[in-house]
């Protein structure tokens, strides 16, 4: 019986092909029965039929050869593109003029994660007429969310939904009604109003911005943000970005707040109009497409920091910047050379005039890579770096810097003994162009000779690898030429040249060692360890000076690291500098902790910083965590930030609280103190709704 069954499958099947089929569509049907009368199929029994762009499953069939119409009963469901299933109790289709109609119908999405549920259904192409309907994007049976409308259209090639009469369901419980709604089902950009930004704070009132989103093609779109915060005042922001190659991009940015009198009056504000630009031009071969260049533009200028205080999107800040940086550079890199040309603007906001800032316009370097010389083993290489330090007030200068490095490697007793020689000629020539300052030129060249010698061991044993390398090194200088002004710390009248001092190579010696153990299976570093001491050679008290101890150490282990660096002073017999990080994850469970710590030689003052945060995840959709800046010398923490976060199947909630120490262009000039929480609730393939609420400020 069974046999005889699967024979009747198997030759129960037919290709069709009408004569009003496209050369590339055809249909094939499988099933149990089949029977063909006047161009009219008609099968029953586990019937399959396919095509290139459709695969179909019903207990009944009809199919139409004359008219290429395709009727489905019971058990329907039908596989597009193998990107959308639908399933209903009947289903015409008229595979000529591509129109469908479905009776009931649910329709999964899966390339947009949605699912679609009506009592009836009319498509014309990729075009679906939705009747009494209800869509989500989380489970079928029991969806956490979902939205009901009485009639819909949704459009797959555009990816774009419109539903009419519709409401919001958490659960079964309606929360939401509005007539209309349209949304996308992808991330595709597109002309339209974006996500708006909801906020209020007792200080600034309600606080709205709406940006619109504007596409004029693929490679360059523009929005325009108007936002209000209805007791402080008002302002405009825009956007622009543009593609001009596949290896550039184009942002630039302009925004204006301007504050109420009444606000500005009570919050002591300098200024009542806030408003900067920034602009960024990025571009990867710009003239070369053998080798490797590219040009870079970052402008960026306000006229206080409650520019970026206003803007509509800013984040909380702990310590906005008042020194801004401008930059336009140019780079070309070949196997050979490397060579830029940099301009460099700096800007001072919290100053009335930049006549004193100290501008580099430009700078150049260019630098040879390293190339054999006569024979293999002598390698040289040569930098060259010009600045022009410039300013209206103060002395300026042009500084010119070559360095010229060569060096040869041989080893002994087959390489457990190595050694290196190094030459390395440094030349510098300052000259200094205020005609106010009486200043003689500078010509400093220096050459150093430097022997390194050092090995590499490696030792195995049961369970781990241990590898050392001992090395010391030994540089003697000599001063080819001093001529000119040079800055001296013991000479107060060249104090105004301290900005273009001279780093001077002295005689010194080292000795350092680096050693790591490894686990033998799996080579995986478990211990590193990193030692070194200088001498460096005292003119003044003829002998040599111990300088700053280095000590590196890190631990690896399964969950994470420990680590810590170290300098210590021999003259004050003080850690100068130490930095400790400390890495823990386990599962749902992370912790990270950074210490820092330094000592001025000069005043002894300490600086003491701590930053941690840590975090647990429950059933992998709810996170907490927390995150702490603190400033242990002023005893003051500078930002904390708690979070709680939800990440379910089709649905989140993040909850953010960030209370932090923030810069304002007050009268006085006082740190602020402010929390802000963010709320942000995400339905997903369908919206995110992010609210914004601001405490008032207070002093620090």
Same mark, same amino acid.
């Given at each position: ?8 499958? @198997? ?269 960024? /031009? ?50 070309f890199n070949t196997h050979n050379f490397y060579a830029d040309l940099y301009l460099k603007f700096y800007n001072d906001i919290s100053k009335d005039s930049n006549d004193d800032v100290m501008q580099s316009l430009p700078s150049s370097n260019i630098h040879k890579y390293s190339k054999n010389i006569f024979f293999d083993k002598l390698i040289y290489s040569t930098d060259i770096n010009f600045e022009r330090k410039t300013r209206v007030e103060g002395i300026s200068a042009n500084i010119t810097d070559v360095s010229v490095p060569f060096s040869y490697s041989f080893s002994f007793f087959n390489d457990y003994l ?6 390395? @000629? ?59 002004? @040079? ?101 749902? /469970? ?111």
């Open positions: 019986m069974h046999k005889y069954l699967l024979t009747s499958f @198997i030759l129960s099947s037919i290709s069709l092909s009408g004569q009003n089929f496209s050369d590339d569509e055809y249909l094939q049907i499988v099933a149990q029965n089949l029977e063909v009368k006047n161009n009219i199929v008609s099968a029953s029994g586990n019937v399959v039929a396919y095509s290139p762009n459709y695969y179909l499953t019903a207990n009944r069939l009809i199919y139409d050869k004359n008219n290429s119409t395709v009727e489905l009963f019971d058990d329907v469901s039908i596989l597009k593109n193998d990107e959308i299933y639908s399933f209903s109790d009947y289903t015409y289709m008229d595979m000529k003029n591509e129109t469908n109609k479905l009776l009931p119908f649910f329709m999964l999405d899966n390339k947009n994660k949605l699912w679609f549920n009506s009592s009836s259904t009319t498509s014309s192409k990729n075009n679906y007429q939705l009747e009494k309907s209800t869509l989500s994007s989380c489970d079928c049976k029991d969806p956490s969310w979902s939205i009901g409308f009485s009639s819909g259209d949704y459009n797959t090639t555009k990816q774009w939904i419109n539903t009419y009469n519709t409401t919001l369901y958490i659960k079964d419980m309606p929360i939401f009604y509005t007539p209309y709604f349209g949304f996308p089902t992808n991330t595709d950009r597109r002309s339209g109003l974006l996500k708006p930004t909801l906020g209020w704070s007792k200080k600034e009132g309600l606080h709205y911005a709406q940006p619109v989103f504007i596409e004029f093609a693929d490679n360059y779109d523009f929005e325009y943000i108007p936002q209000i915060r209805n007791q402080r005042g008002s302002g405009h922001a825009f956007k622009y970005r543009y593609k001009d190659s596949l290896y550039s991009q184009l942002n630039f940015e302009a925004a204006v707040f301007n504050e109420k009198v009444k606000f500005q009056n009570k919050m002591e504000l300098e200024n009542d109009k806030h408003y900067g630009f920034d602009l960024e /031009y990025k571009r990867d071969k710009l003239f070369s497409t053998n080798n490797e260049d590219g040009f870079l533009l970052d402008v960026i200028n306000m006229n206080d920091v409650d520019y970026i205080n206003t803007k509509y999107d800013n984040d909380i800040m702990d310590y906005t910047n008042k020194f801004l940086e401008s930059k336009v550079k140019y780079y190595n050694f290196s020689l190094k030459e390395e @000629i440094k030349y510098k020539n300052i000259k200094y162009t205020n005609e106010t300052y009486d200043y003689d030129d500078v010509n400093y060249a220096q050459s150093n000779h430097n022997i390194s010698i050092y090995t590499d061991l490696l030792k195995p044993y049961k369970d781990y690898i241990h590898t050392i390398k001992l090395d010391t090194s030994i540089t003697y200088t000599d001063n080819i030429k001093n001529i000119g002004d @040079i800055y001296d710390s013991t000479n107060s009248e060249l104090s105004e040249l301290s900005i273009f001092a001279i780093t001077q190579t002295n005689e010194n010696f080292s000795l350092g060692l680096n050693q790591s153990i490894y686990n033998r299976d799996s080579l995986k570093e478990i211990v590193n360890h990193k030692i070194k001491q200088a001498y460096v050679y005292d003119k003044t008290e003829d002998k040599y000076i111990k300088s700053n101890l280095e000590n590196d150490l890190s631990i690896f282990y399964t969950y994470g690291t420990l680590s810590n660096r170290l300098y210590y002073n021999h003259e004050i017999k003080k850690i100068i500098d130490s930095s400790t990080t400390f890495k823990f994850t386990k599962g749902d /469970y992370y912790f990270n902790l950074y210490y820092l710590y330094e000592k001025d030689t000069d005043t002894l003052e300490n600086q003491k910083n701590l930053n941690y945060d840590f975090g647990f995840s429950i059933n992998k959709n709810y996170k907490l965590s927390y995150k702490e800046e603190f400033d242990l010398t002023l005893d003051v923490v500078n930002k904390r930030e708690y979070v709680f976060d939800i990440n379910k199947k089709c649905w989140g909630i993040n909850f953010k609280l960030i209370d932090s120490l923030v810069a304002t262009n007050t009268t006085d000039d006082t740190a602020l103190r402010q929390d802000i929480l963010y709320m942000e609730f995400n339905l997903k393939q369908l919206f995110t709704l992010k609210q914004v609420h601001k405490f008032d400020e207070r002093n620090e």
